[in-house]
């Protein structure tokens, strides 16, 4: 019976009129699980609440046995909760390996974080651009830059927010490769648009709707649900033309 | 980029050469001033520290410069005459610069303000020095025999009953175990110690500050510059780092007004005035925040360039065959350097920060990291020329320019 490492329970936030999240979830320690939905669906804002980023007008969090609604950013982040943001967030005028020892050095140290990036720049196969600014990767790289941040810390749980946005296929197959490497030593939760993506991994998928969670099971159990075809994948003709 | 930074190192040795013989080559004269505007680098040094580092611009840094020079020169003029040393001066200077930073900063990065409030939460907080300082003036304005004596500045208050004068801020002096008497560090005829103190205490202070900027400290600061949020997210208390950086941007700062307090041995509430704390960021500007040397070469080019147009009279003569067109705009030109050379000096900076918008420096080290075989037989000669007109210039009026 695996052990549940994140317990979310009537967690909301409200913009004005608009209840942006409102939902109960919980995931087990391992699990590598997709979190779907139409845009505007909540996701974004449920991970800056995970990861401390914005506080929750109700509800609780619990990670890893621990109440930590409200936390700044940094402690839950020190907890081992780690994020890749939407939005592209590498730190632009770094360079590619100090972007990875910033991320490293907070648990390793200098000389350890120095390693950590070292072998991270190796399986995310960005070696040969160590020494370029990050600003001057393409879009895809900068996205395997992040989730190497993400990842580098040995974080436990491991948030990502749109990890293939703008890859090509190709690209696509080398961020699933990274993300099941990634599960084998940490819990993840990814954020994605891109069904061959969701249907390439192939776990356990949650549904988010208005907020809520709408539906939750296998990638089957999902693509036949007659509900979540209406929201969501009755639009994929529309994804298909957005990508 | 580890090239750049290499190469700022060594235009620093380039420069520090000449610096070295300045007391030898030059008159005092051309030492003291020279001392100053290491003095102003330093404190330039410490905004590009926080500003450049961290992406937190302080417009009142000179707040810190202020209370440094204020509280060596009360503590200074109450214990010399008692100990001969002013080493607890240094110290309760450079406490009370960094206790004050360290307050302010406290209250502004664990008081979840945004940093865009920094610049102005500075401002207002070297404005309201100033005008504390200028309100002074009184008699009762008293810190034991100093007298902070408003807009005139501070001294030493003589006894007139015992026939003692009054008495000015001491310079830095030191009686340390084992010396026979004190040494007081002084700019003039006899002696160039103050000039080194200076040139020692920026050389030292750069050096650290550098260590300090390659340490963790200093590359968290920078990751915070460019992302605050992904930052924290990583697990850093971002408020501690600014915090700390504040802080010790703020104690060299106040290191600077120490030494300006007892190079000068003197100061006036003008230490606070929006014009300094003005001139401290177009420093920084002009000579670029990305390098710990830019706020010396801002600091330098400025001093440079106010002295020269203090002493120059464009189109001294007009010919008499001039036209009434020609002879106007010579006589404005004249006109305008000599009555408003604020006027050209902020024309210099404008093109200057159009034209190269990070300031002088990063184009210079970009230019000698990439060409080092012609870069360094390019700048080393032409410190060598320039230094030797100088020379030549003053010593023997051999002026070319
Ligand atoms: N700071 C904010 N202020 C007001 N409204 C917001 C804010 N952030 C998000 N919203 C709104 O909350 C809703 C959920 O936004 P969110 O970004 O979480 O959606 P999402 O599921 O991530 O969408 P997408 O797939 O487009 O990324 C949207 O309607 C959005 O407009
Ligand atoms: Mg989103």
Redesign the interface.
Known sequence: MPEPILEVSGLTKQFGGLRAVHLDLTIDAGELRCLIGPNGAGKSTFFRILSGGMRPDAGTVRFRGRDITGWDAFRVARLGMSIKFQVPSVLEELSVFENLHVAAEFRFGNRGGRRRAAEMLEVIGLTERADHPATWLSHGEKQWLEVGMASVGEPTLVLLDEPTAGMTVEEVKKTVRLLRRLNETATVIVVEHDMNFIRMIARRVTVMHQGEVFAEGSMEEIERNEGVRDIYLGKGAHYAVRR | ?RRVSSAELLSALVLLLPLLAVPWAFKPYTANVLAVYMIYGLLAMSLGLIWGGAGIMSFGQTAFFGIGAYAYGAIGLNLINRTQQTHTALLGGLAAAALLAAIVGYFMFYGRISDVYASIITMALTLVLFAFAVSTGGDEWVIGVARLGGFNGMFGQGESSQNIANFQIPPVTLWLPGMTEPFAFKINRESAAGYYLVLGVSVAVYVLTRALVRS?LG??A??IR??E??????????RFYKFALFTIAGAIAGLAGMLFAAWGRFVNPDRFGLAFAASTVVYVQLGGRASLLGGFVGAAIIGHLTSYLAEVVPFATIPPDAGPWITFLMEAGRRIVREAPLLVQGAVLVGVVLVLKDGVTPPLFRVLARHRRWGWWLLLPAVLVYFGHRVACQQADLCVF
């Open positions: 980029m963790r590359r968290v920078v990751a460019e992302n949020p992904r930052v924290a997210s990583l697990g850093y208390d971002t």
